[in-house]
């Protein structure tokens, strides 16, 4: 049954620190959760309302969802409450041009007793235009919430499914006591993944499938208009694939195709020139080789919005590496360097492009940002995709994109610059309703102790290696301005656990780097250790001898307290 999505027309929270509670909320409402007006005003603030705008003092005034003004000279309303933004950046809301958040994938069906894997039906095989990301979604969830903490305010949520997976829809993430969908049935969601043991199982194969379905539905609706308008016609079989796809070759919906490298570019490519339909290309990773085709075709393009692990980048060279895992190191490099710099080339050739998020996590989007920005994209170029090229692609410039008057108050609310390393996401906008975030206090700068958290004490980590997964026990002792430690770990002759005192100890910003040895089968291993602390997580990677870089994670065990 389709769950019922909420849209929001109320300010519901206040800006902490700017407004007491009470002179916002009714004093006849016993929760505490029913606002006085649904008008307000951010005054004073440091406003950047599109990508390429120098930010300018101005105030927002925002009336039932929608900005009804922006300006430093605003005549603001008896009944609007004015929340002072002095220390604040405001920014339009972050779109996402295809995303999975707050989707749940729906179950397999069961196959018949007299399955036919070279015939199965349609839904069997991953072909279900049909269905609707409406659907599978929920706004309640922790990563519709993480989503919205990294400032997305509008999402094209699309399905989770097979080859033809359904039918994307646009949302807001507000309020839950409210209706969010936008609009539906804006794309068609495909990609080339063929079906597990049965046909279409290979990417030839899910092509020529693709092909198959979009000109049977021509024929379909060809010998349905025949049918309707003369007599003695045999009626058409219209199935739910054929009636899903009717708009797809009518050319009102586009086809949202997920590509991953530039050979499935290509192949997207070729069934659109083929076939006719609108294309829309997402999830591109690796797409520097066809960057020239991108601009000829003149293809929508949403590029991933995720940059590959450089754990193995930045872990401590070993003393005793060999020229092969020199090499190799070097190779890996090479091809982190590249990956990030795609999205600047793409700048560069004039190809307009937004992003996705989908096989991304929420908490790392920013960093993966200003990863690219470090890598040659201008931070211009990154605020358009999340914004105007966004808006643009999906067609919602009219009410979404920028900050103007008449526009969805959606609006992200910085402690800074937006793209600043100590900046922070203080205060979302979604619909006029305020969703407020806490913020950490700013890090020391790199080079100062301890800015990442207390490191003394009991910490439970696990490794995994080719050998497999084992763990066990870091302690770590602070002795005036140094540290020492030991660590416990599963012996290699398999007699139980073994400790190795821990050497070279350094903790400067939120980096904590180490070595120990190890004894194995007669040779002496160094073993050298480098993570980054976040409160009381550690995460990094270490590197075993000439064997290579293997990934590493703990977490402090705060009644095992060791102080010296």
Known sequence: MRKTLLKASVLCLLLSGFISRASLFAQSDPTGKKPITSTFAITNATVFAKPGSEGSKATILIKDGVIKGVGSNLSLPVEAKVIAG???????????????????????????????????????????????AVDQFSIDGSQVDAMRQAGFTLIQIVPEGGMIAGKSALVILGDDKSTNVIKENTSLSSNLN?????????????????RDVYKNTELTKNRTATFASNHGVVRPEITPTYQAMMDVISGQVPVLFEVGNDLEVRRAL????????????????????????????????????AVPDDKAIKAKEGEDESEEVKAL??????????????????EAAGVPFAFTTIGAKPNDLMKSLKTMIEAGLSEEAALAA?????????????????????????????????????????????????????????????????SGGAIA????????????????????????????????????????????????????GSSLTFSFGVSAGGMNLKVNVSTEISGSTMD?????????????????????????
């Open 86 to 132: 002095d220390s604040l950046f405001i920014y339009p809301g972050f779109i996402d041009g295809a995303s999975q958040a707050g989707i749940t994938k729906p179950e397999d069906p069961k196959r018949p007793d007299n399955f036919d894997s070279s015939k199965p039906s349609d839904e069997i095989a991953g072909i279900t235009p049909w269905r609707s």
């Open 194 to 210: 063929g079906a597990r043991g049965m046909y279409p199982g290979t990417t030839v194969g899910v092509m020529a499938k693709f």
């Open 270 to 305: 070729s069934l659109k020139n083929e076939l006719g339909f609108q294309l829309i290309l997402t999830g591109l990773e690796e797409y520097e080789n066809v960057i020239d085709l991108l601009k000829s075709s003149g293809t929508k393009v949403l590029i991933q919005l």
């Open 329 to 346: 190191k070097a190779r890996v490099k090479a091809s982190y360097d590249k990956a990030i710099a795609q999205a600047g080339k793409l």
């Open 386 to 450: 999340l914004t105007t090229n966004a808006a643009d692609i999906l067609g919602v410039s009219k009410f979404a994109g920028s900050i103007e008057s008449g526009k969805m108050a959606n609006l992200v609310l910085a402690t800074g610059p937006i793209f600043e390393e100590d900046s922070q996401i203080k205060h979302v906008v979604v619909d006029g309703k305020i969703f407020e975030y806490e913020t950490k206090a700013k890090k020391k700068k790199e080079g100062s102790e301890g």
């Open 457 to 508: 004490g009991t910490w439970d980590y696990t490794s995994e290696t080719p050998a497999g997964s084992s763990g066990g026990k870091i302690t770590i002792a602070k002795d005036g301005s140094s540290y020492s430690g030991t660590i416990t770990y599963d012996d290699p002759s398999g007699s139980g656990s073994a400790t190795s005192d821990l050497e070279e100890i350094s903790y400067e």
């Open 540 to 564: 990094g990677s270490m590197v075993i001898g000439d064997f290579g870089s293997f990934p590493i994670s703990g977490t402090l065990n705060p009644t095992l307290i060791a102080n010296k």
